[in-house]
């Protein structure tokens, strides 16, 4: 074994070690009320002033600096417990929320919901003040942080895995997408954070040497910009961030808290990475009060609980729609500056739902030229029921003539067999297509048993410009189901039922009158 592999191995041992002691708690407040991801946001308030109290505490020759506010500190959380802690703990985090940058996105309207001050004060001394978390490194806190996210992410009670991309295809896609020092990278629904870390971190790998310009434009936000519509899931990634070094505590975030769809960009995009939340439906429950702006966000007229559900008017989309997928995709289409790039992970729902559906692909075919589609297979996200694709598409200037030519599809659904447990995909299950997508020459593509090529005359004389492409079978899928385990099968049945719930769902929806009620 080198002294890098070693290296290696021992910072992984020690992230999962502090993961495993992280989320030893999290059943203890489970018990007390308090679900995984409201224990991890907990965990994110407490871990923010641990660290800044360690960094004050530093030479100034290694960074020590104090970034908290007059009066506030981690000892005045220390010296207190009962009733008082809880107040004093309540105290920190609304003064917290009132500062700027970083601060106002961890401590945004933050609340403690840990009721019991027992148990708070558990965490406060037997698992905060038992760590140093500075001399870990950022390595080893941010690859902990991580897990703890993916653990969350995995109780399905909490709905947290609607926000967390499986990682091994966020790698995927990033080598794919091979970001540079000169990028503008944009997540307009960023989730906990995931493909602007594989982003940056990609860059520091591959680019040993930055000029002056570029290390200042990945230090202070201008190359890396997240929107997230949830606060408390923007509150997660500016923390991830924090931990993997991408940004410092004091300085302004990368993250706005914001419905994303609701106006134009403030910058265009170079390159787009994005998981856009699954479902059909767009409503406005889940923000903290949007200012959406005059005339951007408008009711259709429709409602669905106590929230309405909400079209965009004045963005320029192609067609009007109260689905947030296809909303999404007319927005990265307009997020892109002139030769920008995209690689966006969508359901398929949105590539052969008629109305605004057909209307958007074939706008999209036409505007922008849609190369290539990763047919993705399911049991790999944390949303159960999902069968998606990655679709990669550039913009060009405009012309009268088509820019797509070709769309390559490549199907790594048919034949493939993952669940989050038992078999999880893993960044090497995807090379063979990762290889194949860097072919230096794209017009050398060849066919093949998993690849097939359509032409834009083809595309478009399909019933509805219908992307949902298939061609491949499994012949002995019947025999392959058979050596897989149970518990495989019976993940892979409630998927392939959840999805096709989904997609009649979507089908209702199109069929619905605009005047019914919810």
């Known amino acids: 074994m080198t002294a890098?592999?070693?290296?290696?191995?021992?910072?992984?041992?020690?992230?999962?070690?502090?993961?495993?002691?992280?989320?030893s708690y999290c059943h203890v407040l489970r018990d007390a009320g308090v679900p995984a991801v409201d224990y991890v946001e907990q965990l994110t308030y407490l871990l923010f002033l641990k660290m800044a109290d360690e960094r004050a505490k530093l030479p100034v020759?290694?960074?020590?600096?104090n970034i908290m506010p007059t009066g506030i500190s981690w000892q005045n959380l220390r010296?207190?417990?009962?009733?008082?802690?809880?107040t004093t703990y309540q105290h920190v985090l609304t003064e917290l929320g009132k500062q700027r940058g970083m601060f106002k996105v961890i401590y945004g309207n933050a609340e403690n919901k840990i009721k019991e001050p027992a148990l708070l004060k558990r965490l406060i001394s037997d698992l905060m003040d038992t760590e140093t978390w500075v001399q870990h490194g950022t390595d080893v806190n941010g690859d902990a942080y991580e897990q703890l996210l993916a653990r969350s992410a995995s109780d399905q009670k909490s709905g947290a895995g609607q926000y967390f991309t499986p990682r091994s295809l966020i790698a995927a896609i990033v080598d794919c997408m091979r970001p540079t020092p000169e990028d503008t990278v944009i997540d307009p629904a960023c989730g906990t954070g995931g493909f602007l870390l594989a982003a940056n971190d990609y860059i520091r790998h591959h680019y040993s040497e930055l000029t002056p310009s570029q290390r200042m434009r990945l230090s202070d936000g201008s190359a890396f910009q997240a929107f997230e519509l949830v606060r408390g899931t923007a509150r997660l990634a500016a923390m991830n961030f924090l931990l993997h070094g991408m940004v410092q505590a004091g300085n302004a975030s990368p993250i706005t808290v914001t419905d994303a769809l609701a106006s134009d960009p403030p910058v265009h995009a170079s390159l787009v990475l994005a998981n856009p939340p699954f479902g059909t439906k767009s409503s406005i429950s889940s923000i903290d009060e949007p200012d959406f702006g005059e005339g951007d966000a408008v009711s259709n007229g429709k409602t669905r609980g106590k929230k309405p559900e909400i079209a965009y008017s004045g963005r320029g989309f192609w067609t009007s729609t109260t689905n947030k997928q296809l909303n999404f995709v007319q927005h990265i289409a307009k997020l892109l500056d002139r030769n920008g790039r995209?690689?966006?992970?969508?359901?398929?729902?949105?590539?052969?739902?008629?109305?605004?559906?057909?209307?958007?692909?074939?706008?999209?075919?036409?505007?922008?030229?849609?190369?290539?589609?990763?047919?993705?297979?399911?049991?790999?996200?944390?949303?159960?029921?999902v069968k998606a694709n990655v679709l990669f598409f550039d913009r060009k200037p405009a012309s009268d003539q088509p820019w797509t030519k070709k769309l390559w599809v490549y199907d790594f659904r048919v034949g493939q067999h993952f669940t989050l447990k038992q078999n999880p995909m893993r960044r090497e299950h995807l090379q063979d297509f990762v290889d194949w997508y860097h072919c230096p020459d794209r017009a050398a593509w060849t066919a093949s048993d998993r690849a097939k090529c359509l032409t834009y005359d083809e595309l478009i004389a399909r019933d509805k410009?219908?992307?949902?492409?298939?061609?491949?079978?499994?012949?002995?899928?019947?025999?392959?189901?058979?050596a897989l385990p149970p518990g495989v099968i019976a993940q892979e049945i409630i998927d392939d039922l959840q999805a096709a719930l989904a997609e009649f769902t979507a089908v209702a929806a199109e069929l619905q009158p605009a005047d019914e009620i919810d």
């Open 79 to 86: 010296g207190v417990k009962g009733a008082e802690l809880e």
């Open 465 to 482: 410009a219908n992307l949902d492409i298939t061609w491949l079978t499994d012949p002995g899928a019947d025999d392959a189901l058979a």
């Open 4 to 23: 890098n592999s070693q290296t290696d191995a021992a910072r992984h041992a020690e992230a999962r070690r502090l993961a495993n002691k992280l989320w």
């Open 342 to 385: 995209a690689a966006v992970v969508l359901p398929d729902n949105v590539l052969f739902e008629g109305g605004a559906g057909e209307i958007i692909r074939r706008r999209l075919l036409k505007e922008y030229d849609v190369h290539t589609m990763l047919r993705l297979p399911t049991g790999i996200f944390y949303a159960g029921g």
């Open 61 to 65: 020759s290694l960074g020590g600096v």
